[in-house]
Protein backbone atom coordinates (compact mmCIF):
# COMPACT_ATOMS: atom_id res chain seq x y z
CA UNK A 1 0.00 0.00 0.00
CA UNK A 2 1.43 3.44 -0.49
CA UNK A 3 0.15 6.44 1.36
CA UNK A 4 0.43 10.08 -0.42
CA UNK A 5 -0.41 12.92 2.45
CA UNK A 6 -1.65 16.30 1.00
CA UNK A 7 -3.10 19.45 2.33
CA UNK A 8 -0.50 20.89 4.75
CA UNK A 9 0.85 24.37 4.78
CA UNK A 10 1.24 27.76 6.58
CA UNK A 11 -1.84 28.78 8.26
CA UNK A 12 -2.32 31.87 11.20
CA UNK A 13 -3.30 31.01 14.06
CA UNK A 14 -6.79 30.03 14.78
CA UNK A 15 -7.30 29.28 11.43
CA UNK A 16 -8.04 25.70 9.95
CA UNK A 17 -6.29 22.99 7.63
CA UNK A 18 -7.70 19.77 5.97
CA UNK A 19 -5.39 16.82 5.28
CA UNK A 20 -5.39 14.28 2.72
CA UNK A 21 -4.48 10.96 3.20
CA UNK A 22 -4.90 9.06 -0.41
CA UNK A 23 -3.61 5.40 -0.80
CA UNK A 24 -3.60 3.13 -4.12
CA UNK A 25 -2.08 -0.66 -4.29
CA UNK A 26 -4.57 -2.05 -2.15
CA UNK A 27 -7.52 -2.66 -0.52
CA UNK A 28 -8.37 0.56 1.10
CA UNK A 29 -11.14 -0.43 3.29
CA UNK A 30 -9.23 -2.99 4.77
CA UNK A 31 -7.21 -0.55 6.36
CA UNK A 32 -7.48 1.16 9.77
CA UNK A 33 -6.07 4.79 8.92
CA UNK A 34 -4.11 7.07 11.74
CA UNK A 35 -2.69 10.39 11.38
CA UNK A 36 0.81 10.97 13.68
CA UNK A 37 2.91 14.23 13.90
CA UNK A 38 5.98 14.96 14.85
CA UNK A 39 8.14 18.06 15.13
CA UNK A 40 12.51 17.90 15.26
CA UNK A 41 14.25 15.62 17.58
CA UNK A 42 10.75 13.89 18.97
CA UNK A 43 9.16 10.94 18.29
CA UNK A 44 6.01 10.71 16.34
CA UNK A 45 3.10 11.26 18.15
CA UNK A 46 -0.42 10.02 17.84
CA UNK A 47 -3.26 12.25 16.33
CA UNK A 48 -6.59 10.96 15.57
CA UNK A 49 -7.81 7.25 13.88
CA UNK A 50 -10.44 5.66 11.89
CA UNK A 51 -11.90 2.91 11.93
CA UNK A 52 -12.43 0.49 8.22
CA UNK A 53 -15.65 1.77 7.21
CA UNK A 54 -15.79 4.99 8.75
CA UNK A 55 -18.14 4.45 11.42
CA UNK A 56 -15.27 5.01 14.77
CA UNK A 57 -12.84 7.00 15.03
CA UNK A 58 -10.64 8.39 18.15
CA UNK A 59 -8.53 11.46 18.64
CA UNK A 60 -5.27 12.41 20.98
CA UNK A 61 -6.86 14.03 23.70
CA UNK A 62 -4.36 17.40 22.99
CA UNK A 63 -6.32 17.93 19.52
CA UNK A 64 -9.84 16.68 21.08
CA UNK A 65 -12.48 18.94 20.13
CA UNK A 66 -10.37 20.56 16.98
CA UNK A 67 -10.41 17.52 14.72
CA UNK A 68 -12.49 15.89 12.45
CA UNK A 69 -11.46 12.45 10.70
CA UNK A 70 -13.13 11.16 8.13
CA UNK A 71 -12.88 8.50 4.97
CA UNK A 72 -14.12 7.64 1.81
CA UNK A 73 -13.54 4.19 0.63
CA UNK A 74 -14.37 4.61 -2.79
CA UNK A 75 -12.17 7.60 -3.31
CA UNK A 76 -9.51 5.89 -0.89
CA UNK A 77 -8.93 8.55 1.18
CA UNK A 78 -9.02 10.02 4.31
CA UNK A 79 -9.08 13.26 5.39
CA UNK A 80 -8.07 15.16 8.83
CA UNK A 81 -10.12 18.38 9.24
CA UNK A 82 -8.20 20.39 11.80
CA UNK A 83 -9.26 23.70 13.28
CA UNK A 84 -8.26 26.12 15.85
CA UNK A 85 -4.70 25.45 15.00
CA UNK A 86 -2.40 26.65 17.23
CA UNK A 87 1.58 27.08 17.66
CA UNK A 88 2.27 23.98 19.05
CA UNK A 89 0.48 22.32 16.35
CA UNK A 90 3.55 22.71 14.32
CA UNK A 91 4.55 19.89 12.98
CA UNK A 92 5.11 17.27 9.87
CA UNK A 93 1.92 15.18 10.08
CA UNK A 94 1.74 11.00 8.79
CA UNK A 95 -0.54 9.17 8.03
CA UNK A 96 -0.50 4.99 8.94
CA UNK A 97 -2.46 2.00 7.56
CA UNK A 98 -2.70 -0.92 9.23
CA UNK A 99 -4.73 -3.91 9.58
CA UNK A 100 -5.52 -3.52 13.50
CA UNK A 101 -9.36 -2.95 13.93
CA UNK A 102 -8.86 -1.09 17.12
CA UNK A 103 -9.28 2.68 16.85
CA UNK A 104 -7.67 2.98 20.20
CA UNK A 105 -4.44 2.09 19.89
CA UNK A 106 -2.03 4.86 19.54
CA UNK A 107 0.96 3.19 18.44
CA UNK A 108 2.31 2.47 15.45
CA UNK A 109 2.37 -0.91 13.66
CA UNK A 110 5.81 -2.17 12.58
CA UNK A 111 4.18 -3.82 9.55
CA UNK A 112 2.08 -0.72 8.83
CA UNK A 113 2.32 1.92 5.92
CA UNK A 114 3.09 5.42 6.00
CA UNK A 115 3.35 8.22 3.76
CA UNK A 116 6.15 10.67 3.28
CA UNK A 117 4.37 13.38 5.43
CA UNK A 118 3.18 17.01 5.06
CA UNK A 119 4.47 20.07 6.37
CA UNK A 120 2.10 22.23 8.13
CA UNK A 121 3.58 25.63 10.05
CA UNK A 122 1.21 27.22 12.41
CA UNK A 123 2.85 30.77 12.55
CA UNK A 124 1.32 34.68 12.51
Known amino acids: VQLVESGGGLVRPGGSLKLSCTASGGTFSDYVVRWFRQTPGKERTFVAA????????FYADSMKGRLDISRHNFRNTVYLQMNKLESEDTAVYYCHADLRPDVAIVDADPAGYWGQGTQVTVSS
Open 50 to 57: ISRNGART
